[in-house]
């Protein structure tokens, strides 16, 4: 048995720069492949701009990263000094939470008033009537269908009516649509919805004493005020777009700021924002993975490029992403209230569903747990847990096919992921021997998830529904099938160094 295990470890000491040569090869080719075809059909693009790099185009093509970039350094001055009012007035006058949340308030109304103009009041008098019916059903049997019913209604009309007309109320009101400030409400307020929930939840447990807190204690009852609970609806920092926090925790840090960060980790997690800005820059200038998918010049190209533009495209996803989140997260600690990290993984160190999602918007899945998953059963129901909580999930982003199509895709893909979990948890390792295959087993189901992963992000996001046949019939033609090959080797391999990741992490502790 002892040299059953010096074998395996052996093995694994051989394998590692096996595995390592074969993923710096990989690379070297998809880097070179991008390089080329980004060079051959730039003309063709719609989306680039002139860059600033070695006289290359910039791939702008994505709405929501070219307005972020955009705006960043007009954000940036109103970020320092949004900050440096909020901070000194808190030394000044020694504030705490009420005293704080006035001050966010009146920052924030000011920020609301230049994105959303005059329909801020759709913000607020939303905001408002739910305060409101939160105080009235908490400690009622109907509380949950009540918050849900509210949110969800106001989550799909103001979809479906595009953030409301003024017209609507009168045609004396009519003259307000012209000011309806830069940037849509409506979508701004799905964060919002998940905060007003959250408030809900928080207050309805503090008042029952259920003894559900996750970790985290609720505040005293005078916390649950009208004036903090819309500070923390509109918290500056982290209304456009997050990272998520419950009222508990937001509440608690207007009262005490943070303490996790001092000032040189506060510092070094900036400096390593500005460097992943840097690469995001490098990759936007020299390989237009966003523009070949949005312009739908990929079906031209042969498997082995269409693999690499998705491919691509997920690693842009996840950078794009990892820069939002983390700008107003940074904002947000400069002032006080740590946020959860919303991308605490990269995109290609994930190998299964569960750790993906925990991965990618940690914040919103710590949500869904939080308010949503624990709620309904927790683990007694996961199999059905997953296609109410993911449906959701596609409908808060938006209404559209193709978002549904991605939920219940990765609802396919995630039941036989729990199947195969609960029988490797009854599975009993007896030797190495078992340990080397168990292992092989985990590497092969890995590769399979992560395609199968690819395809369901590549359907809501990319191609839509419509383009499943076309991407069914490129990779299963003859000229398709040694690239669908050599993926699934490189997802094979990919896991296995993950395995290898995760085996040093474990010696380091």
């Not at 506060?266 to 500005?274: A, D, K, P, S």
Request: net charge positive; aromatic share 20%; proline share 3%.
């Amino acid at each position: 048995m002892k040299n059953d295990g010096k074998n395996i470890v052996s093995w694994k000491r051989r394998e590692l720069p096996l595995l390592v040569l074969y993923a710096l090869v990989f690379y070297a080719v998809i880097i070179r492949r991008s390089f080329q075809f980004s060079r051959d059909y730039s003309l063709n693009l719609d989306g680039l701009r002139p860059g600033w790099i070695a006289h290359r185009l910039n791939d702008l093509s994505d709405a929501q990263w070219r307005n972020f970039r955009g705006n960043l350094p007009i954000l940036t001055v109103v970020f320092g000094i949004f900050a440096f009012v909020a901070n000194s007035t808190r030394v000044l006058f020694h504030l705490k939470a009420r005293g704080m949340s006035n001050v966010w308030l009146l920052i924030s109304l000011a920020y609301l008033l230049y994105l959303h103009g005059a329909c801020t009041v759709f913000v607020l008098s939303i905001a408002s009537l739910n305060f409101l019916l939160v105080k009235i059903f908490v400690k009622t049997k109907y509380f949950s269908l009540m918050l849900w019913s509210f949110s969800i209604f106001f989550l799909l009309c103001n979809r479906v009516y595009e953030g409301y007309s003024f017209s609507l109320f009168g045609q004396r009101w009519i003259f307000l649509d012209n000011f309806r400030g830069v940037f849509r409400w409506q979508i701004c307020f799905n964060f919002v919805i998940l905060r007003m929930v959250s408030f809900g939840y928080d207050y309805c447990w503090a008042c029952r004493g259920s003894g559900f807190n996750q970790k985290e204690k609720s505040v005293p009852s005078d916390k649950y005020s009208f004036g903090i609970y819309l500070c923390y609806l509109i918290y500056a920092p982290l209304y456009i777009s997050g990272p998520i926090i419950s009222f508990n925790a937001f509440a608690s840090q207007l009262e005490t700021p943070q303490k996790n960060y001092a000032l040189k980790d506060i510092v070094l997690y900036g400096v390593r924002w500005i460097s992943s800005l840097l690469l995001m820059e490098l990759m936007t200038h020299f390989f237009y993975y966003n523009a070949f998918a949005i312009s739908g010049l990929w079906k031209q190209l042969s498997a082995m490029d269409v693999f690499i533009i998705g491919y691509g495209v997920l690693n842009f996803m996840w950078l794009k992403f990892f820069l939002i989140w983390r700008y107003f997260r940074l904002w947000s600690l400069i002032c006080g209230v740590e946020a959860p990290e919303n991308m605490p993984k990269c995109i290609n160190n994930c190998y299964n569903l569960e750790s993906f999602w925990k991965s990618w918007h940690a914040s919103y899945n710590k949500w869904l747990v939080r308010y949503m998953y624990i709620p309904l059963g927790g683990s007694q129901r996961k199999i059905l847990n997953i296609w109410v909580i993911f449906t959701f999930v596609a409908l808060w982003h938006d209404l559209e096919w193709k978002l549904l199509s991605w939920a219940w895709l990765t609802c396919l893909f995630y039941v036989p992921e729990l199947v195969l979990k609960s029988v490797a948890n009854a599975f009993q390792v007896e030797n190495a021997l078992g340990e080397l295959f168990f292992r092989e087993v985990s590497a092969t189901a890995g590769a399979v998830t992560i395609t199968c992963l690819m395809v369901a992000n590549l359907v809501g996001f990319v191609i839509g529904p419509s383009g499943i046949s076309w991407l069914i019939a490129r990779f299963l033609h003859k000229e398709g099938w040694p690239i669908l090959v050599g993926m699934f080797l490189t997802f094979y391999v990919g896991t296995k160094l993950m395995f290898h990741i995760q085996d040093a992490k474990r010696k380091g502790r």
